[in-house]
Structure formats: structure tokens, C-alpha cells
């Protein structure tokens, strides 16, 4: 594995993560501004993020569709694995902030 495919796995993981933490935690704060439980708010935006974060991780999905077309169709296994490992980096990263969240507000305690 290259350093670029590296670089780009270790960009889209990071990227998942800041759309599932700075999504929920500036929809707490407008969440408080409004007079909702800004916790709650928290914790049930940073699951609806998800498959945003992961759509924007990988720039949008026909670029990763394609590349798994490519790679099933034409026989092209280098972009199918490259692809496989960047949606994986990309929900890793959506996992972990979602994770982080849950952790942080304790709701699902309650």
C-alpha cells in the first residue's frame, strides 16, 4: 500500500469523525438555544450522521460506485480493495465519533 492510499484512508477516517462530532455538537448547542435537552439531542443526531459522514468521507457515492463497477466488471481488484478500505476507514471513523458521543452523554443509560 502506497503512502497516497494511506494518506487518503487516514483523510476520509478523520473526516467521517469531525462530520459525527462537530455535527452533533453544534446541533446540541442549537438544540440548548431552542430549550431541548441539549444531551439527548446529542446523542440522537451523532446516530443520524452516520451514513452523512460517510457519504461525505468518500466525496459523494457515484466515485465509489463507479470504483466498484470498474472493480467487479473489468476485473480491477486494485480500485475494488482501494475502495472496500475507504468506506471502511470512512464508517471507522463515523463509528468512533458516534462511539465517543455515546460515551460523553451516557444516554443510552437512561
Do not use: C
Not at 469523525?17 to 448547542?29: L, P, Q, R
Amino acid at each position: 500500500m502506497n503512502r497516497e492510499v494511506l494518506a487518503t484512508l487516514i483523510t476520509n477516517y478523520f473526516v467521517a469523525f469531525g462530520v459525527v462530532m462537530g455535527g452533533a455538537i453544534v446541533g446540541g448547542i442549537g438544540a440548548f438555544l431552542i430549550g431541548k435537552p441539549p444531551l439527548h439531542t446529542i446523542y440522537e443526531l451523532s446516530n443520524s450522521l452516520k451514513i452523512w459522514a460517510l457519504v461525505a468521507a468518500i466525496g459523494g457515492t457515484f466515485d465509489a460506485i463507479t470504483s466498484l463497477e470498474r472493480g467487479i466488471l473489468n476485473g480491477l481488484h486494485g480500485d475494488l480493495f482501494k475502495t472496500l478500505l475507504m468506506i471502511f476507514a470512512a464508517m471507522s471513523g463515523a463509528h468512533t465519533g458516534t462511539s465517543l458521543i455515546t460515551w460523553l452523554t451516557q444516554e443510552h443509560l437512561n
